[in-house]
């Protein structure tokens, strides 16, 4: 039925006459591949959200692109990472921190390899630009499912400028924010922002009153720039400073009715400072411009959590561990250090060679470094005879040959680990858009990466430490061909092959060699690779702008979390193959003089084509040292099956009124959002792993006087209050316990915008 109404809603518009000539659709410039193009002249899928549309929206996070963008899925796993899916490719290896995610993440150019940098705010942003399907050859490695490009806001040398805002809202929501812009001379000036967030929880653990999922951060971000006949430079810095309780993951068996409600035993923490600093030189050259950008990242992060998500004794419903309680587990802490350095440089054509060649040729590197330190605690006084009510914490021996190693660290042990993995990446690409005809145009690209992993890695299971160095060059050849046709002067079709791939790496667990069980997660996982077939038409008219695309994927070695038969021993693994299909649709209308009507669209569907086995850990949970042979039978064969974080069905609806009145303009916007139901895993296990769908509406009303200094906004999110599920996520070291994580709920807040 929804996928009816929403056919039938195109139609009518694109069928609706055009009320005005007085106002027409902006052309959007993008840099999508690394040049400034008119969106619908590019052979792939771009969306993209300028800085007003995210300010109407309040799209202040990733997480707030979901479904915003056809196609895109962001879920949150864990309670702090952030998992983002372009055309279901993602990061399902969540639970890794040395596995990379599949969509790149650029700002201003800058690639940000940390997951953790996801979490941070989006501040003083001009557009956000979409990138869908693997982008082989411009943006390399780990951008199989596309890539996000945020822009920000330039420093501009012609005038003085200072804008502020201040929002309130429900659950004690207080938000400031504010940007200057200061001209020091007629070539150089300096931009500087910052946003202040505080917001109580929407959820609340009631065993210790604390309130989750509530916000208190800080982001920060000085721009400086100097543009010069000879060369230009930009150098900027950005900070983001988090110090939450951390997120609600209520546990499916939690026997609190009330979803927004959880009892656990442990005290959530989340803490993160992320930093960034940047430099980017343009110098131009007779017919083309050398760029070249330098950076350095570090995300730091603490994590305390109750693993089990549950309180001690609640008991198990169903399955093999019906009737027992859940043992007692906590995180305590987890930290992360992550220091990345980058440089790029890359010449790009300015004018076509022999006016029928357009070319970039690049090249770049990446030094990314990773400690990684967790302490898990666990109430398992005898492992076999799962004796768990003793009510607290208290030493446990579990091996005869090492009596203290438990009892050292002043309570049970269920999960130690430390690891210092590094990654270093060489690359070097090349474009170019051959100019055929004056309508026909033959896009070609490549790119070489050699990869180095290497890896130190301590682990403790209740057995002795077991330290290993893993040390693994990968390297791959990746590209792009695509045949560009302008139908007419407004509209164009094109025809694109694409390979991308993301590297292998080395896992922080991995099974062993036994007389019980073969190894099923090994100590390297292999590269993953993409080849992308993609048809699509752009248009853009005075009134109209419509674009659509349909892909096939087929997917080599998928990267995803696996389950050895060692307790205790999960990492990556891969699948050999898996397709994804899909169509998108984007639409804006005109409808009158006050009336703008958007629509998109993307339907996935996803399939695990080869024959594998796969051990899921929640089935094999019950299951001790010394029992891998009973775990290692109950592995599945996942042929069919679908991929992980793949809604069937995505849509985003609005419609927008504007109307100019004596004292100032009027807007309004009414949006529906639909995710559909997608499998948390691709073990698609019913009772785990099915994440519902969810429908919420979106009300936004604004006002700016006629002075243009003083704005009024008043913003109501999810107004039937649903409460839509965001993601689920089932532990794989040593628990196998599933929470679940929920959309924010309805929520009233207003705004003052003012320009002094």
Not at 287 to 297: E, P
Not at 505 to 521: I, Q, R
């Amino acid at each position: 039925m929804l996928k009816r109404l929403i056919g039938l809603s195109i139609g009518l518009v694109l069928l609706s006459p055009f009320a005005s000539a007085d106002r027409i659709l902006e052309e959007i410039v993008v840099v999508a591949e690394k040049r400034d193009e008119n969106l619908k002249d590019l052979s792939q899928a771009v969306t993209v959200l300028s800085g007003e549309e995210l300010d109407q929206k309040n799209v202040t996070t990733f997480v707030d692109l979901s479904a915003i963008a056809p196609g895109v899925t962001v879920a949150k796993n864990e309670g702090y990472k952030t998992i983002i899916s372009i055309r279901g490719i993602g990061n399902e290896t969540n639970q890794n921190a040395i596995a990379a995610p599949s969509v790149a993440y650029h700002l201003d150019g800058v690639y940000v390899a940390s997951p953790f940098s996801l979490q941070t705010d989006f501040i003083d942003v001009d557009r956000i630009e979409v990138l869908r399907g693997p982008q082989g050859t411009l943006f390399g490695q780990n951008s199989t499912g596309g890539a996000i490009n945020v822009i920000s806001k330039a420093p501009s040398a012609e005038e003085f400028q200072m804008s502020g805002d201040l929002t309130a809202g429900d659950y004690n929501l207080k938000k400031g924010r504010i940007s200057l812009n200061i001209p020091i001379t007629e070539s150089f000036a300096t931009r500087t922002s910052v946003s202040i967030t505080d917001r109580d929880g929407f959820s609340k653990n009631l065993l210790n009153g604390q309130d989750l999922d509530d916000m208190s951060s800080i982001s920060a971000r000085t721009d400086w720039e100097y543009l010069g006949s000879a060369a230009s430079i930009r150098v900027f810095a950005q900070y983001f400073d988090a110090d939450n309780n951390g997120a609600a993951m209520k546990g499916i068996d939690d026997p609190t009715p009330n979803p927004r409600e959880l009892l656990q035993d442990t005290e959530a923490n989340f803490e993160l400072t992320s930093k960034l600093a940047a430099a980017i030189l343009e110098v131009p050259l007779s017919n083309s411009t050398l760029k070249a950008i330098a950076s350095w990242q570090e995300d730091d992060v603490l994590i305390k959590r109750d693993n089990d998500r549950h309180n001690f004794g609640d008991i198990h419903i169903g399955g093999l561990w019906d009737g027992l309680p859940y043992i007692r587990a906590e995180y305590d802490p987890e930290t992360s250090l992550v220091e990345t350095k980058t440089f790029e440089v890359n010449i790009i054509s300015d004018t076509p060679l022999f006016d029928k060649l357009d070319w970039t040729v690049g090249a770049f590197y990446l030094d990314h470094k990773i400690e990684n330190h967790i302490r898990e605690y666990k109430d398992v006084n005898n492992v076999y005879d799962i004796d768990l009510m003793d009510g607290e914490f208290t030493p446990y021996v579990h091996n005869s040959e090492c009596p203290a190693c438990f009892a050292i660290y002043g309570a049970e042990v269920g999960f130690i680990s430390d690891a210092f993995p590094t990654r270093e990446s060489y690359s070097a690409y090349a474009q170019t858009t051959l100019n055929m005809t004056d309508t026909t145009r033959l896009v070609t690209g490549v790119r070489y990466t050699d990869d180095t992993v290497d890896s130190f890695v301590s682990n403790f299971f209740g057995i002795p430490g077991q330290v290993y160095n893993l040390k693994e060059n990968l390297s791959e050849t990746t590209g792009r061909v695509a045949v560009e046709w302008d139908v007419t002067d407004n509209a164009m079709t094109y025809l694109s092959i694409t390979k991308g791939f993301k590297p292998g790496g080395s896992n922080l667990t991995f099974g062993f060699d036994n007389d019980n069980a073969p190894v099923m997660v090994f100590p390297i996982f292999k590269n993953e690779e993409i080849l992308a077939y993609e048809i699509g038409f752009k248009s853009a008219y005075e009134a109209t702008r419509f674009n659509a695309a349909v892909f096939y994927y087929d997917y080599e070695n998928l990267q995803f979390q696996a389950t050895d038969p060692d307790i205790y021993r999960g990492g990556v693994a891969n699948i050999p193959e898996v397709n994804v299909q899909g169509v998108e649709v984007e639409l804006v209308r005109l409808l009158t003089d006050a009336l703008t009507f958007d629509v998109k669209v993307a339907y996935l569907d996803s399939d695990i084509k080869s024959a594998y086995e796969a051990l899921d850990n929640v089935k094999a949970e019950p299951y001790f040292f010394g029992q891998e042979a009973i775990r290692y039978d109950l592995r599945e064969n996942i042929q069919g099956n679908d991929l992980a974080k793949t809604p069937g069905l995505t849509a985003n609806v609005s419609l927008k009124y504007e109307k100019y009145l004596d004292s100032g303009l009027f807007s309004g916007i009414v949006e529906y959002v639909h995710r559909g139901e997608f499998q948390q895993r691709v073990i698609n296990n019913p009772t785990v792993d099915t994440v519902p769908s969810y429908n919420i509406v979106n009300v936004l009303l604004s006002y700016d006087l006629a002075n243009e200094k003083v704005g009024f906004d008043l913003m109501a999110y999810n107004l039937s209050d649903e409460a839509g599920v965001n993601s689920r996520m089932t532990d794989v070291f040593g628990v196998g316990a599933t929470g679940v994580e929920l959309i924010p709920p309805r929520q009233i807040m207003g705004r003052v915008r003012y320009v002094f």
